[in-house]
Structure formats: C-alpha cells, structure tokens
C-alpha cells in the first residue's frame, strides 16, 4: 500500500511550482528551518537514529498533516517521532 508521499501517477495535484517565490539565496527561509536541519543532522552523527529511519518517521505522518506541512515541518515531526521511539524523550514530553 503507497503512503501519501508517494503520489507518483495521481492526479490533481495542481502545476508543480518551479520556482521560488522568494528571492532569498539562503538555503532556508526561516531560522528555525536551519537549527531543524543541524539537529537531524547532530543526532544522524551521532547515531541516534539512521536516515532510512528518518524517511520512515516521515512518511509515517498522517496523510493530512503531511499534506498540509513544509519540507522542514516534515522533518521536525519525523525527528520528534523519532527522539520518542529511541526514549531519547517520555512519549509526549515535546507536546506543546
């Protein structure tokens, strides 16, 4: 069965976008999407998790919120999933 990432031959997506809307040439468009990315990138180093263990926690996400996220919402759902399933963290100790 195909998760919500894989829509690969669906249709009604709209025209995929190929541009930017901004004319930033920062990699992130936000501050919090550049310490997003340096924490996945710590703990992957670090060995808490494996990056096929990233895509997973992923692509897990309820189809609704994946949909509705950004790129690095995405990821900071994931690295949540994540520190929990590791008992890196107590199951909800990062809500709110």
């Not at 919120?65 to 990062?94: D, M, N, P, T």
Request: charged share 25%.
């Amino acid at each position: 069965m195909a998760r919500i990432n894989d829509v690969g031959g669906m249709t009604g997506f709209g025209p995929v976008v190929t541009t930017d809307a901004t004319d930033d040439t920062e990699p992130f468009h936000a501050d919090w999407e550049a310490r997003v990315f340096a924490l996945n990138s710590a703990l992957v180093r670090e060995g808490v998790y494996n990056l096929d263990e990233f895509r997973d926690a992923v692509e897990t996400m309820p189809p609704g919120e994946y949909l509705a996220a950004s790129y690095y919402e995405r990821w900071f759902h994931a690295i949540r999933v994540l520190l929990e399933r590791k008992g890196v963290v107590a199951a909800g100790e990062l809500d709110d």
